[in-house]
């Protein structure tokens, strides 16, 4: 019913919580509309008005353009900073070493090949921005997220999230289903 009215009322975003709650990760895998899920202690949230740092991961894939270009014109509405994480995953990392042929130093060489990725995705506008930090990170998405959402105090992730049904949600899980249950801060989901 929230994802049919906010289809009827051409909402631009919806807004949800608490982000570890089941309903909110129903939400986020049926709209095609943004989704805002706040933690659920929101003592710590601060104002929408000031946000000054976004944190937005990437996969690198050609669908994840759409988040990290609503997340650069979030950037220029909030005049903040913006943290860009690539996180390299074992599975990643192996079909990486594959691709090339080799598994000699595949880690190190997905480091740069996702840093280039990282400044590649970087509108042109902001590739010599001060205020734009390219992060590339070994581990599970999920964690790293979090760890980096943390580290860098960010005031809100921004996620792509793929609109998988039940059965593949099943056997293949979602990072945006794990980010929901570690995240202590406002996550904004946008449907790629």
Known sequence: EIVELADKEKVDIIVMGPAKGVVTSLVIRASSHPVLSLPKSTSDVKSLKKISKLLVTTDCSPHSKKVVDYAFELKQLFDCDLF???????????????????FKDATSKMRTWARNQLENLTPHQFV????VHWLVEEGSASDKI???AEAYDVDMVVLGAHGYGPVQKHFVGTTTDKVLTKLGRPLLTVKI
């Open 146 to 148: 979090a760890e980096a």
């Open 128 to 131: 010599q921005d001060n205020s």
């Open 84 to 102: 860009l994480l690539y996180a390299i995953e074992l599975t990643n990392a192996i079909k990486f070493g594959v691709k090339q042929g080799s």
